[in-house]
């Protein structure tokens, strides 16, 4: 082997020139092991080596461009950084020796060479294959998923089989102990819905390099055999569905002992057996194993289910044991609806006089099942607001607008004439919780004293007097405070209150300040943002 080491003036002419192999690689995915190098630790000068593949590819420096490795002719490149020539070079070595480079002066003649030794250590080849161990149960054909055992022979031990995502199967890799003879299992890939008969192939690794052998498939030699040379794929499904529910007259769901009919389809052809149930024995099926279209089905347990299926159809197709199922819910309404109703506030305040607006309230109607249709509803006896619009939403939550006015009573108010109806046409009359509200307090307005006047109307009655909140008074533009005492008119300053009786419609005002009001003399004076508060 040479021994020479790159000179400091690399790439100049004269001499007989130099060369090495600086490295190597398989020219595909094989493996290049045990590495030793002539001038460890630099590792520029490559010994010997072992490869699992005969087809290598070279990697080679020199002083001059012109090289032959193993006999290979090659022209190499300058390296831009070193002032020498570098490239690699493909060579496919016949067996275990030496590789020897050689390089040529600018004239042609031979200068130095450099040798390295290989050793072929080439990855295990599979000698047999085949599928083994037979079709799942008494099926004759496979869907995806299914499993079918593959048994092979190889020539020397592997470690590790890769069985490909080709034909038959779908990719997988499968540890096996150091051995020549392998039992792995395969998963069989989607292929279609025709019945095709399909190989599989597979290879193995090496126990020693890690290195891949080549691929074999189960029809390497050309057999025919169901079950051993080849396996039969199809992935035809029974095709099944579900559709309309028809209910008695125009309800949504059954009580009692009521029945249904469901719309359903299943192809014929597809399947073989086919079976109809109840998942939690709600409903009785007639002809639980008979195709037919619609199917009657009646109802037999269950208070309320508009969630969980409780219909199914499993269809079967034999050859492959491949199944679909559907399934859908029948409503069940057996019990009538537990309703709450709910305005948006602990009362609900007025509006409308004294220029101000008629209030919208948000009244929330909730069932504990879904309604067939708008619930109805009247507000309490009396003047206690009224409803504009119609019903909104759908299901368990429905909502209307209820318009209090200022000249409506305050006060509790009871709801009135609730009908709610299930999807069963079962209804319900009572409210089980909110069954009154409160009609109570008022939104902001203004009030304009006259001239020279202490005391001015308020159009909207007073519930409770300290809820009372206002701005401020426009004449000292100071806050306006409620005076602690309702009814008291002395003399102090910045202060308001109320002199009617609580709860009658209208109040009158009055501004506690005397100084203030004789100074009114336009009739301008305002009290801001008169308010009770909710």
Not at 128 to 148: I, R, V
Not at 430 to 443: E, R
Request: aromatic content about 6%; hydrophobic content about 35%.
């Amino acid at each position: 082997m040479a021994t020479i080491r790159e000179p400091s003036g690399a790439g100049t002419v004269g001499g007989s020139g130099w060369v090495y192999v600086a490295d190597v690689v398989t020219q595909g995915s094989g493996t290049v092991t045990d590495k030793v190098w002539q001038d460890g630790p630099n590792n520029t000068i490559l010994q010997s080596f072992t490869a699992s593949d005969p087809a290598l590819r070279f990697s080679i420096r020199a002083s001059y461009p012109t090289v032959q490795v193993g006999g290979v002719p090659a022209t190499l490149v300058r390296d831009g950084t070193g002032g020498h020539y570098v490239g690699d070079v493909d060579v496919t070595v016949a067996g275990d020796g030496d590789v020897v480079a050689r390089v040529f002066n600018g004239d042609g003649v031979e200068g130095d060479t450099d040798t390295t030794s290989v050793t072929l250590d080439l990855p295990p080849t599979i000698t047999a294959l085949s599928f083994t161990g037979g079709y799942p149960g008494s099926q004759t054909e496979l869907k995806a998923g299914d499993t079918f055992q593959l048994t092979g022979t190889c020539d020397k031990p592997a470690d590790r089989v890769e069985v490909f995502d080709y034909e038959a199967c779908a990719n997988s890799v499968t540890v096996i102990p150091t051995g020549t003879t392998f039992t792995v299992t395969g998963t069989i890939a989607d292929r279609g819905d025709t019945a095709v008969l399909r190989p599989a192939r597979v290879r193995v690794r090496s126990a020693s390099n890690g290195a891949y052998g080549p691929t074999r498939d189960t029809n390497q030699l050309g057999g025919t055999v169901d079950g051993t040379d080849l396996v039969n794929c199809n992935d035809l499904r029974p095709i099944v569905s579900i559709g309309a529910i028809t209910y008695p007259g125009s309800q949504q769901a059954l009580k009692g002992s009521e029945t249904a009919t469901v719309v359903n389809t299943a192809i014929v052809g597809s399947y073989d057996t086919i079976i109809y149930d109840s998942p939690n024995t709600q409903l009785l099926i007639s002809n639980a194993t008979t195709f037919e279209d619609p199917k009657t089905v009646t109802r037999i347990d269950g208070d309320y289910n508009v969630t969980v299926a409780n219909f199914r159809i499993t269809a079967n197709r034999a050859a492959n044991d491949a199944t679909t199922i559907d399934s859908e819910v029948v409503n069940i309404a057996n019990v009538a609806v537990i309703v709450s109703v709910v305005p948006p506030a602990a009362r609900l305040r007025s509006g409308g006089n004294d220029g101000t607006s008629a209030q919208n309230h948000t009244i929330t109607v909730s069932g504990d099942q879904q309604l067939l249709n708008a619930p109805s509803l009247d507000p309490g006896a009396g003047s206690a607001g009224v409803f504009v619009g119609s019903w909104s939403g759908g299901g368990t939550t429905w909502t209307r607008a209820l318009q209090v006015h200022d000249d409506d009573d305050k006060g509790t108010k009871s709801w009135q004439n609730l009908v709610a109806t299930n999807l069963a046409g079962l209804v319900t009359n009572t409210i089980s919780s909110g069954a009154t509200y409160v009609l109570g307090g008022f939104v902001a307005r203004s009030l304009t004293f006259g001239p020279f006047l202490q005391s001015t109307t308020l159009n909207v009655a007073v519930v409770t007097y300290t809820k009372l909140s206002a701005g401020v008074f426009t004449a000292t533009d100071q806050p306006a405070q409620l005076n602690p005492t309702q009814g008291d008119t002395s003399d102090i300053v910045d202060t308001y209150t109320i002199l009617s009786p609580l709860g009658t419609n209208p109040q009158t005002l009055w501004w506690n300040d005397v100084a203030a009001a004789s100074s009114n003399s336009s009739g301008t004076a305002q009290i801001t943002n008169l308010q009770e508060l909710v």
